[in-house]
């Protein structure tokens, strides 16, 4: 890794299959930014250990995300492509966040919010010990925090709904700077993409699209066939006024449509409603689009296999470490524990 160009650091968790959401929002840009910047990609797999997951499943999960990254054009060559666990400095560095951030800025954080109400909600009655709700699921903005912070990172592209995370992440930097001294960390800033930030279920527009929420109706893998692709968009609930509009607050069906196939045609939502005046051609249209798109995507990920992601993440994370022991040893020194005789 080269420490001349700014880097680039992002992450994406292993759970579930990859959606739209998460390519748009995300992935695609991933792809592009490897030539610009210094890139550093990892598969959060300790992330998804926040919500219960089966032995195994994480592992099968890990992989087949490694393949999905290879798959929408990461260049294990040009990019750092590597597993959470497998650098174990994110794991320390990750109590250190923790002590460093405020129960009260991790209390607002709207992630947790919506999690914990999922697994039935927080309750401080004497009957309920929230077991279900892991501390872990708590604390997840700290190690995302430490994600960030061990490599130095200037920009982190992700989708709006990890806004907060990353503004979490630069307060908290900010912070330390202010206590440890300034050059402890790098403070980064999101890259929040123009279009395609906030992909919504297609059959309840006004949630977003979602690995662990939602219908299966509502949300486009990225492997689906076309003809299931074709058959979601085209169920997609708009509504009944029948007038294709720009309007996410009234209209957030057709808006997702036209949100989706200008993420995908590189045009402009508002200016692609003027081109329709009926839902069946546009939802047409999205389709096509968002097949073409995703096609060499899929063809990709079937010509590879788990041995071709193995090596690949091996040598991802031999050069993540590099990065990460030194950051590691400058914050540990800042903050002052004692270095071990050598
Ligand atoms: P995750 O795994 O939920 O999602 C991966 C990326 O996909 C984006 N995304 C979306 N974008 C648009 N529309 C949607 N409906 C949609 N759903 C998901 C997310 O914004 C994200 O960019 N906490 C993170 C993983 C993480 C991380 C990090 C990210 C851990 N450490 C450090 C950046 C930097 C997460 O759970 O993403």
């Known amino acids: 890794m080269s420490a001349q160009r700014p880097r680039v650091f992002s992450g994406i968790q292993p759970s579930g299959s990859t959606h739209l959401g998460n390519y748009l929002g995300a992935l695609r840009n991933w792809a592009v930014l490897q030539h610009e910047m210094d890139s550093v990609y990892c598969i959060v797999d300790l992330h998804a250990l926040t919500l219960p997951k089966e ?21 294990p060559e040009v990019s750092t492509i590597f597993v959470q666990s497998h650098v174990h400095q994110h794991a ?12 009260g800025e991790l209390r607002r954080m709207t992630q947790f919010k919506d999690k914990s109400d999922r697994l039935g909600g927080l309750s401080d009655g004497p009957s309920n010990n929230n077991a279900s709700i892991s501390a872990g699921l708590f604390t997840y903005p700290a190690l995302q925090a430490a994600d960030i912070l061990l490599y130095d990172t200037d920009v982190v592209p992700v989708g709006d709904d990890q806004r907060q995370h990353v503004e979490l992440t630069r307060d908290v930097a900010l912070r330390m700077n202010s206590r440890f001294g300034e050059g402890t960390v790098v403070v980064p800033e999101h890259r929040i993409p123009p279009a395609g930030a906030r992909v919504m279920n297609l059959q309840k527009p006004e949630d977003k699209m979602s690995k662990s929420v939602g219908s299966e109706a509502g949300t486009i893998e990225v492997l689906d066939e076309p003809k299931q692709i074709e058959k979601k968009i085209k169920r997609a609930v ?36 003027d081109q329709y005046t009926q839902y069946g051609p546009l939802k047409a249209d999205t389709a096509a689009a968002v097949i073409a798109m995703l096609q060499p995507v899929q063809d990709r990920y079937n010509a590879l296999s788990e041995s071709d992601v193995i090596d690949a993440l091996a040598v991802g994370a031999a050069k993540a470490e590099e990065v990460a022991e030194v950051v590691m040893q400058r914050i540990i020194a800042a903050v002052g524990l004692l270095s071990p005789a050598q």
């Open 92 to 103: 320390e560095l990750g109590w250190l966040m923790q002590c460093l951030t405020g129960f």
């Open 238 to 273: 708009t509504d009944n006024d029948g007038e294709v509009r720009f309007d996410v607050q009234n209209k957030p069906g057709v808006s997702n449509l036209l949100s989706i196939l200008g993420a995908a045609t590189d045009a402009d939502p508002a200016t692609l409603a």
């Open 55 to 75: 032995p195994g499943e994480v592992r099968t999960g890990t992989i087949n995300m490694a393949r999905m990254l290879l798959a929408i054009g990461l260049d």
